[in-house]
Structures are given as structure tokens and as C-alpha cells.
């Protein structure tokens, strides 16, 4: 078989109709051919059935013998027509009584009175045509024989006949030829003309610059091309996002790590001219604490553009043993802070969801963090995983300050610092940086995270005040996306 990749369309619908067209017209030549044969056949047979029948009308058995008066008019207007020479015979059923040439070859099949026969014979080696009838006789005959059927045989030389039908089958091959090359050439404009859209479309696409990404028109395009077209616009929109997306990234690395690092600097060379060991102490531990700040953003970063860009492969997760892990790991973190970290199941059918295990860890993790961050000593931080109804749910709940209504709204966008709701209590929790002197230090990207990456698995993050009342301190953080049954 060809290999239809290394071939143009053009070639392959040609490769496809062209052998098709060919086939097609060759039967049909092969059927004309014999249907013209049979034709000519059954034309020239009625003739020699016509010479038949008037031999008939003029035999005789008056006598008690078998007498036949001969139509020669007719006999003569017959070798005319036929081109050649006619020969007759008229014989008795048991031939013992015959009138004519004698000799002529007998009918393959035995006769049925009142049926003619026709076949092709030999006659003195001269090829012939004969056509053979039979029928019962009005009295017995009762001289030379006792029969009472008498058979009629007629038959003519092939050189008419067979001028006549060779002529029919060229003029049939002839007009079947000129039809073969009046479709062929149909099928060539036909598919030029079908596929001029399909070359607009690649001169147009081919023109393009190299960072235009705008829609392809499918106005002048075939309704059978257009799902070809949609798919192209579709992947130059998805490659236009990933290019957003990787000129986004590019724009905030740049604008986050400038500043940390040329405080990093200052705070390097202020430690240089310090004399005193007490201070250039301090300056050094305030380096740690910005090469710190620094890597932990730097991270962030890396991880929420893999949460844009990476493969989202799914497998079975459990998400029991998922929250439960995660907050082990932050175990130390929270004794460091004097807060009360815990998990609890959420009560419902066993939580074994599809979902990329290390993508849900990093959003979960990045909202026990914010809490510990954030949630004041001797607070409480909980941990839940579960199942609510078709929906997969992580949620975390803190006993914090909160947020306001309007910075729960713009929770999740990048490098954004929120304010803190001013309570009674302490400090707000799940929050990252805040534009109050008071406010921990943070890169405003741990909800940004947590947020891309729910919104990948087709889910949401929502944000509410805890026991749904805002004169009650905490906030609760829940990730909820459709869980679907593992594989």
C-alpha cells in the first residue's frame, strides 16, 4: 500500500478515483461487448427465423410425400442482406426424408416443436450460423417415410454478421473511451477546484508572521474543512496562552526577584563595613532571612509554572492519606509557631478520587502553610479531606482574623497583597502579603498556586468566613473538584 503521508491530497484522490474511473469503465466495455454480440445475434437471428418461417408456409404433404416450393426471391434477398452464402434443409422427423444441403450440422439441444434454435457450426469447413425449427405434420407422410414432424433448418455464412457486430463493439468502445477521458478530466478539475480553498488557506497561514497567533477565517472554507480550521485556531490559542503565560512568568520573576536581591546587596555590604560583631551578626541573620524569603519565592514561582504549563496526568489518589501526610510534614512548623495542627476525616463514602497526586499535595500544602504563617500562637489550623456528594473536597479551617468579603474576591491573583481584617484576636490567617507594616512576610503567590492548580482539575477554591458569620474569627479554605471514579 502507498504511504498516504509522504503523498499530497491532490495525488491521493487521483490515486483513489483515477484506478476507479478505469475499473469502472472497463467493466462496462466488457458488458457493452456482450450485450452488443448478443444484439447483433438476435438481429441476425431473425432473419434467418423470417427464412424459417416462409420455407414452412410452403411445404407440402398432399402427395403422401414431402414437396417444398422454394421462395427463391426471398432466398436471393436473404444472401444479399446476409453477404454471403445461404443454405437450407428440409428434412422428415427420422430424416429419412430430406430437401436441400445435405449435412448441415444438427442443433446441440434435441428440438421442442414450435421453438427455434440458433447456434454456430461448420459447414464444409466454411463458418456458419444456423438456425434450426421443428413442428408436427397435419397427416403422417406415407412415401420414403412414416414421420409425422418435419424439421426446418436455415443457415448463412458469419461474413455479414460478424462486420456488422465488429463495427457495434468499436462504436461502443469508442463511445466508452471518450466518456472514460471526459470523466478523467471532470475528476481533475473537480479536485483542483475543491482543493483551491485548501491552498488559500496554506498561502494565508504560510504569509503569516511568526508571532501572529490571531484566529484563521473560515468563511471561504468547505464545511468539511472548517473542524480542521476550528482545531488549528484552538492550538494557536492554546500556544498563544502558553507564550502569555511564559512572558507572564518572565515579567514577575524579573519584578519579584529584583528587589530581594538588591536588598540581598545592600544588606551584604553593609555587613562588610560593619566593625561592630553584634551587628554584622544581625546583618547576617537578616541576610539568611532574605535568602530565605528568596528561595521560598523563587519556588513558588517554578511551581506555579508548572501548574500552568505541566501535563495533568490523573491516577487513583487517596485523599485521606494525602491530607494526612501533608500535615505531618508541617507538624514542625506548627510546633515551632505553637499552633494546634490537626486532621479529621469529613464523614461520606471512601475518598479514592482520580487526580495528580503531586499537584494536589502542592495546594494543599500551600494552605497549611499560609495558615501557619499566618494564624496567631495558641491558634488552631484542621485539615478535612473527603467526599461531599460528586465532589472531591480538601478544606482547611483556622480560628485567624479572616479576610474581608472584597479580598476573598480577588483571592488567587498573582503577587497580590490583601489587607488584613483589623480584630480583636490576632493577625489574619491564609493570607500572604499584606500592605500593613504588621503583615508577614509572603510573594503573594500560595493562593495563586493552590487556585491554577484546583482550576486545572476542573474545580474551584472558595473562601468563607468560619461558621459562615464574619464577627467570627477564622476563615476557611476549600478546594472542591468533580471526583471522578478511579480507573
Given at each position: 500500500?502507498?504511504?498516504?503521508?509522504?503523498?499530497?491530497?491532490?495525488?491521493?484522490?487521483?490515486?483513489?478515483?483515477?484506478?476507479?474511473?478505469?475499473?469502472?469503465?472497463?467493466?462496462?466495455?466488457?458488458?457493452?461487448?456482450?450485450?452488443?454480440?448478443?444484439?447483433?445475434?438476435?438481429?441476425?437471428?431473425?432473419?434467418?427465423?423470417?427464412?424459417?418461417?416462409?420455407?414452412?408456409?410452403?411445404?407440402?404433404?398432399?402427395?403422401?410425400?414431402?414437396?417444398?416450393?422454394?421462395?427463391?426471391?426471398?432466398?436471393?434477398?436473404?444472401?444479399?442482406?446476409?453477404?454471403?452464402?445461404?443454405?437450407?434443409?428440409?428434412?422428415?422427423?427420422?430424416?429419412?426424408?430430406?430437401?436441400?444441403?445435405?449435412?448441415?450440422?444438427?442443433?446441440?439441444?434435441?428440438?421442442?416443436?414450435?421453438?427455434?434454435?440458433?447456434?454456430?457450426?461448420?459447414?464444409?469447413?466454411?463458418?456458419?450460423?444456423?438456425?434450426?425449427?421443428?413442428?408436427?405434420?397435419?397427416?403422417?407422410?406415407?412415401?420414403?417415410?412414416?414421420?409425422?414432424?418435419?424439421?426446418?433448418?436455415?443457415?448463412?455464412?458469419?461474413?455479414?454478421?460478424?462486420?456488422?457486430?465488429?463495427?457495434?463493439?468499436?462504436?461502443?468502445?469508442?463511445?466508452?473511451?471518450?466518456?472514460?477521458?471526459?470523466?478523467?478530466?471532470l475528476v481533475v478539475l473537480v479536485v483542483q477546484f475543491?482543493?483551491?480553498?485548501?491552498?488559500?488557506?496554506?498561502?494565508?497561514?504560510?504569509?503569516?508572521?511568526?508571532?501572529?497567533?490571531?484566529?484563521?477565517?473560515?468563511?471561504?472554507?468547505?464545511?468539511?474543512?472548517?473542524?480542521?480550521?476550528?482545531?488549528?485556531?484552538?492550538?494557536?490559542?492554546?500556544?498563544?496562552?502558553?507564550?502569555?503565560?511564559?512572558?507572564?512568568?518572565?515579567?514577575?520573576?524579573?519584578?519579584?526577584?529584583?528587589?530581594?536581591?538588591?536588598?540581598?546587596?545592600?544588606?551584604?555590604?553593609?555587613?562588610?563595613?560593619?566593625q561592630d560583631g553584634s551587628k554584622r551578626g544581625q546583618?547576617?541573620?537578616?541576610?539568611?532571612?532574605?535568602?530565605?524569603?528568596?528561595?521560598?519565592?523563587?519556588?513558588?514561582?517554578?511551581?506555579?509554572?508548572?501548574?500552568?504549563?505541566?501535563?495533568?496526568?490523573?491516577?487513583?489518589?487517596?485523599?485521606?492519606?494525602?491530607?494526612?501526610?501533608?500535615?505531618?510534614?508541617?507538624?514542625?512548623?506548627?510546633?515551632?509557631?505553637?499552633?494546634?495542627?490537626?486532621?479529621?476525616?469529613?464523614?461520606?463514602?471512601?475518598?479514592?478520587?482520580?487526580?495528580?497526586?503531586?499537584?494536589?499535595?502542592?495546594?494543599?500544602?500551600?494552605?497549611?502553610?499560609?495558615?501557619?504563617?499566618?494564624?496567631?500562637?495558641?491558634?488552631?489550623?484542621?485539615?478535612?479531606?473527603?467526599?461531599?456528594?460528586?465532589?472531591?473536597?480538601?478544606?482547611?479551617?483556622?480560628?485567624?482574623?479572616?479576610?474581608?468579603?472584597?479580598?476573598?474576591?480577588?483571592?488567587?491573583?498573582?503577587?497580590?497583597?490583601?489587607?488584613?481584617?483589623?480584630?480583636?484576636?490576632?493577625?489574619?490567617?491564609?493570607?500572604?502579603?499584606?500592605?500593613?507594616?504588621?503583615?508577614?512576610?509572603?510573594?503573594?503567590?500560595g493562593l495563586a498556586i493552590t487556585k491554577a492548580i484546583?482550576?486545572?482539575?476542573?474545580?474551584?477554591?472558595?473562601?468563607?468566613?468560619?461558621?459562615?458569620?464574619?464577627?467570627?474569627?477564622?476563615?476557611?479554605?476549600?478546594?472542591?473538584?468533580?471526583?471522578?471514579?478511579?480507573?
Amino acid at each position: 500500500m502507498p504511504r498516504w503521508s509522504h503523498w499530497s491530497l491532490r495525488r491521493s484522490l487521483l490515486a483513489v478515483l483515477v484506478p476507479g474511473l478505469l475499473a469502472v469503465t472497463g467493466l462496462d466495455i466488457a458488458v457493452s461487448w456482450r450485450n452488443t454480440l448478443a444484439a447483433a445475434n438476435a438481429a441476425f437471428d431473425r432473419s434467418l427465423l423470417g427464412a424459417i418461417k416462409a420455407m414452412d408456409a410452403n411445404i407440402s404433404t398432399a402427395s403422401g410425400g414431402l414437396s417444398v416450393e422454394l421462395p427463391y426471391r426471398m432466398l436471393e434477398f436473404f444472401e444479399l442482406t446476409a453477404s454471403g452464402q445461404v443454405f437450407y434443409r428440409v428434412a422428415s422427423g427420422d430424416n429419412l426424408v430430406e430437401i436441400g444441403n445435405d449435412g448441415l450440422p444438427p442443433p446441440p439441444q434435441p428440438l421442442v416443436d414450435g421453438q427455434p434454435q440458433f447456434h454456430d457450426g461448420s459447414y464444409f469447413g466454411t463458418p456458419i450460423r444456423v438456425g434450426s425449427y421443428a413442428r408436427e405434420l397435419d397427416r403422417a407422410l406415407s412415401q420414403g417415410s412414416q414421420s409425422k414432424r418435419v424439421m426446418i433448418q436455415v443457415a448463412e455464412t458469419l461474413e455479414s454478421r460478424q462486420d456488422f457486430t465488429r463495427r457495434l463493439v468499436l462504436e461502443t468502445v469508442a463511445r466508452d473511451f471518450l466518456f472514460l477521458l471526459a470523466a478523467l478530466g471532470l475528476v481533475v478539475l473537480v479536485v483542483q477546484f475543491a482543493l483551491r480553498p485548501l491552498q488559500r488557506l496554506q498561502s494565508e497561514v504560510a504569509a503569516r508572521r511568526v508571532d501572529d497567533l490571531t484566529p484563521v477565517s473560515a468563511e471561504d472554507v468547505p464545511a468539511d474543512v472548517r473542524p480542521l480550521v476550528d482545531a488549528l485556531n484552538q492550538h494557536a490559542s492554546r500556544y498563544r496562552d502558553a507564550l502569555e503565560a511564559q512572558r507572564r512568568f518572565v515579567d514577575d520573576a524579573s519584578h519579584q526577584l529584583r528587589t530581594p536581591l538588591t536588598t540581598l546587596a545592600t544588606q551584604v555590604g553593609f555587613a562588610l563595613r560593619e566593625q561592630d560583631g553584634s551587628k554584622r551578626g544581625q546583618a547576617l541573620l537578616a541576610i539568611k532571612q532574605q535568602v530565605d524569603d528568596a528561595i521560598r519565592q523563587t519556588n513558588q514561582m517554578l511551581a506555579l509554572a508548572r501548574a500552568d504549563a505541566a501535563a495533568l496526568r490523573l491516577a487513583p489518589l487517596d485523599l485521606h492519606a494525602l491530607a494526612e501526610r501533608v500535615t505531618r510534614s508541617l507538624w514542625p512548623l506548627a510546633r515551632s509557631r505553637a499552633i494546634d495542627l490537626g486532621f479529621e476525616p469529613l464523614p461520606g463514602p471512601p475518598s479514592r478520587v482520580n487526580a495528580n497526586e503531586a499537584q494536589i499535595a502542592e495546594a494543599l500544602s500551600n494552605l497549611v502553610h499560609n495558615a501557619l504563617v499566618h494564624v496567631p500562637a495558641g491558634g488552631h489550623v484542621t485539615v478535612q479531606a473527603g467526599c461531599e456528594g460528586s465532589a472531591a473536597v480538601l478544606r482547611v479551617v483556622d480560628d485567624g482574623p479572616g479576610m474581608s468579603a472584597a479580598d476573598r474576591a480577588r483571592a488567587g491573583e498573582r503577587f497580590m497583597r490583601v489587607v488584613r481584617v483589623q480584630r480583636p484576636a490576632e493577625p489574619s490567617a491564609l493570607l500572604t502579603n499584606s500592605t500593613s507594616p504588621a503583615a508577614s512576610q509572603g510573594s503573594g503567590l500560595g493562593l495563586a498556586i493552590t487556585k491554577a492548580i484546583v482550576q486545572r482539575h476542573g474545580g474551584t477554591l472558595e473562601l468563607a468566613d468560619a461558621n459562615g458569620h464574619a464577627s467570627q474569627p477564622g476563615l476557611v479554605a476549600t478546594l472542591r473538584w468533580p471526583a471522578r471514579a478511579p480507573a
